[in-house]
């Protein structure tokens, strides 16, 4: 069984920071690329940040600058640490995982997490 688990969100001012943290557990072999998505009501899901088993980002646009992603391989973890936060980043953030289950798979499989919210206000 896998699990997904994220921490931290919360209520922050504009041009605070805040941090969240996603950490697998359970049977897996690897954690392939990790990714933290966005979401408002009635929005479409917006990739945040992507970092590869091998640490490489990529970072959208509307937050490039001010959140960067890290991993720990060790712990299967990804953090996400948001500076500079406005207003427009107010928002249910998702932790998204690309697992390998066994050693003789090729094919990923992708699990949410259960998200966190974010909510940057005066």
């Known amino acids: 069984q896998v699990e997904v688990v994220q921490s931290g969100g919360g209520l922050v001012q504009p041009g605070g920071s805040l941090r969240l943290s996603c950490a697998v557990s359970?049977?897996?072999?690897?954690?392939?690329?990790m990714q933290w998505y966005r979401q408002n009501p009635g929005k479409l899901r917006e990739m945040v940040a992507s970092?590869?088993?091998?640490?490489?980002?990529n970072i959208g646009d509307s937050v490039r600058g001010r959140f960067t992603a890290s991993r720990d391989n060790a712990k299967n973890t990804i953090d996400l640490q948001m500076n500079s936060l406005k207003p427009e980043d107010s928002a249910d953030y998702y932790c998204?995982?690309?697992?390998?289950?066994?050693?003789?798979?090729?094919?990923?499989?992708?699990?949410w997490g259960q998200g966190t919210q974010v909510s940057v206000s005066s």
């Open positions: 998204l995982v690309h697992l390998l289950l066994t050693s003789s798979q090729s094919k990923t499989y992708a699990y």
């Open positions: 359970g049977s897996i072999f690897r954690v392939d690329t």
């Open positions: 970092i590869t088993f091998d640490g490489s980002t």
